[in-house]
Each structure stands twice: as structure tokens, then as C-alpha cells.
């Protein structure tokens, strides 16, 4: 008799596994389960058969049918470059905590609420929020159903964890380096509402304020998109500092493009620094010099963070981790000319912020 092949493009299954084996289901699900109770041939047998026929476990319905899922929600901006690294570093801490990761994205045509919504259908037991722009007492709220790990982004709740870097410090360090290169009208391309924004703000006018340049302060309406660059660059043109910190790395490739098509050379008549180090500024014809978010050390943390509430760790009582960050210096820096180091700034419109 001709043995029978699963449907193609039908899910392989326990059962086409027996049938393929010459066993029967409860035991091709001992061997999956590695269970005791099947003998080393017949164990062999069984895997054999699910290697041919591309037999992969569903992982989903296994949890399921636990008690407990293991499984984190994980809200995220298809949009923003940098969390996608922090995807990446997620499902590596995870892995390692035995956890699995349910993702749902943050879209032009869905937003957070949708993207959180699915997750709760999905019954996870933890949501981590990568750059949130929800309300603080909706945060609030989730937190109070399940544990709740805010990234890159400060919220004054008790009843959410966060996980972010030091924004403000970033700045500081953007600033002290294009100062120590020589420059003293240095711009700000802003990040309006966007998680983070105020605090890189603040840090700007600290750090200006610290080398004795508050009146150069250049404060420009940016955003977190290509095109928020391109808006601000033409500022920056009208203005001409010989210097800009960029709210994030996406919009300094908007600055960036701009500058250049527009005959300013890039670090020759402006330097420009970016913030995140995502992949975009290690992108060879970018070449951004930027402020690096630790990726590796933020999603570990995020992760420990919703395992040690889902467990109940008392010790776990510091509700905000503040990660210091760390200067990429590449190729869009450099000293200014000195005919455009003594020339004087141009006033343009600035930021209500």
C-alpha cells in the first residue's frame, strides 16, 4: 500500500509524523516532548521521519496549553531603524531566559492601541513597549493588569518599569565633541513630541550652557522621519551653523541628503551628529557620527526586567534604569573652517520648546 504524504501546503502534523514512522500520535508527541517512554530506535525513527517530512513544532500551541505562555508582547515602530536593533536584542535575551517573543507593529495605518490589543489576544504574560507614545495613565493602566517595560522613554508612574538611556547625557557628549573639534555655533535639529525629545533638548542647552555658549543656541523643528531632516536642513542652510546635533539618525539621513544635493559639504562646511547608532549610521556611505544607544544592554535589562516581576522578585522595586550612552565618531565630523568658524550665525525661526 502507497504511503500517504501530508497535503502540500498543509502544516506537517503529529499524525503525519506517526503515519510516516509506523507509530502511533501519543507516541511521535513523547519523542517531541522528549519525554520518557519511547526507546532510543524508536526515537530515532520518529525524528528521522519528521526531518523528512519538515516537521516543526508549534511552539504557540504548546504554550497554550500550559498554564503559562512564556510569552512577551513586544510593540514596536516599523519606521524607526533603531528598533529593529533592539528587536534583535530582545530575542536574543529572551531565548536565553527560556521566554518566547509575540511581536506587533506600530504602522502608519495601525497605532500602539491596535498593536497592544493583539497582544493581549495573543495572552502574553509581559508587554514591552519599545518608545511608546501612549499616555502615561493608559501605561498605567496596562501595568495594572500585567508587567509593563517602557523603552526608551521616562514615565512618571510607579506602576511602569523603564529601560532607557541617558538622553540628556548623549547630548552633552554630542556637544563636547564638536566643541573640543573647535566648533562654537552648533544647532539642534529638534524631536518635537517624540519620546526622548525633551530630554535630548535639555541636554543641548546644558551642554551649551556649560562651554559658555547659551546665546548660540540654535534650537530647529525636526521630527523622527527623512523628510523632518530635509525640512530642518533648508533651515540649517539659511542659518549656517558649522555644526548640528540630530534628534535621532533617520532624520540626520534627511539632513544629511539635503546638505549635500544642496552643494554643503558634509563635515567641511557643517559637521552633523546623529543619535541611536542604528544600522543606518554604520551604513558605509552614511559614515554618521552619532550618539550609540547600548542595544545590548538595554533589551537584556528589559527582558530581566518583565521575568523578574512575572516571578514576583521583590528585589526588582527600581522602577527606572537609566543607561549611559557612548559617542560613534566617524565620518561627518570635523573641525570648522576657519572662514566659517569667524563668520557670524544667521538667526532663523527656532523651536517653541
Do not use: W
Amino acid at each position: 500500500m502507497t504511503e500517504e504524504l501530508p497535503v502540500r501546503g498543509r502544516r506537517t502534523t503529529l499524525a503525519d509524523v506517526a503515519a510516516r514512522a509506523g507509530v502511533s500520535v501519543p507516541l511521535v508527541s513523547i519523542v517531541m516532548r522528549d519525554a520518557p517512554g519511547a526507546s532510543a530506535a524508536t526515537r530515532e525513527r520518529v525524528r528521522k521521519a519528521a526531518e523528512e517530512l519538515g516537521y516543526r513544532p508549534d511552539s504557540r500551541a504548546r504554550m497554550l496549553r500550559r498554564s503559562r505562555t512564556r510569552l512577551i508582547g513586544v510593540v514596536f515602530g516599523v519606521q524607526h531603524p533603531f528598533h529593529g536593533d533592539l528587536v534583535s536584542g530582545l530575542y536574543t535575551a529572551a531565548d536565553a531566559a527560556d521566554y518566547e517573543l509575540a511581536l506587533s507593529a506600530v504602522t502608519p495605518g495601525r497605532d500602539e492601541r491596535r498593536a497592544v490589543a493583539s497582544l493581549l489576544q495573543d495572552r502574553c504574560e509581559a508587554l514591552i513597549l519599545l518608545g511608546p507614545a501612549l499616555p502615561t495613565s493608559e501605561l498605567a493602566d496596562l501595568a495594572a493588569r500585567m508587567p509593563v517595560i517602557v523603552v526608551a522613554r521616562p514615565v512618571r508612574n510607579r506602576a511602569v518599569d523603564v529601560v532607557r538611556t541617558d538622553d540628556a547625557a548623549g547630548l552633552h557628549l554630542a556637544v563636547d565633541h564638536l566643541v573640543d573639534l573647535g566648533h562654537t555655533r552648533i544647532a539642534h535639529v529638534d524631536g518635537g513630541r517624540a519620546p526622548g525629545a525633551a530630554e535630548r533638548r535639555r541636554g543641548y542647552r546644558e551642554a551649551l550652557d556649560h562651554h559658555g555658549l547659551a546665546d548660540q543656541a540654535l534650537i530647529v523643528p525636526g521630527g523622527l522621519t527623512e523628510d523632518d531632516g530635509a525640512a530642518a536642513a533648508r533651515e540649517l542652510i539659511a542659518a549656517r551653523p558649522t555644526a548640528v546635533t540630530v534628534f535621532n539618525d533617520r532624520c540626520a539621513t534627511g539632513v544629511l541628503d539635503v546638505l549635500r544635493r544642496e552643494g554643503v559639504a558634509v563635515p567641511g562646511d557643517m559637521s552633523v551628529v546623529g543619535f541611536d547608532d542604528s544600522s543606518l549610521a554604520r551604513l558605509s556611505h552614511v559614515a554618521l557620527t552619532t550618539v550609540a544607544q547600548d542595544a545590548g544592554r538595554i533589551t537584556a535589562l528589559a527582558v530581566a526586567r518583565a521575568v523578574a516581576r512575572l516571578d514576583g522578585d521583590a528585589a526588582a522595586d527600581e522602577r527606572e534604569q537609566v543607561i549611559p550612552p557612548h559617542l560613534v565618531v566617524r565620518s561627518t565630523t570635523a573641525a570648522p573652517r576657519a572662514d566659517l568658524a569667524a563668520a557670524p550665525a544667521r538667526r532663523v525661526r527656532t523651536s517653541s520648546a
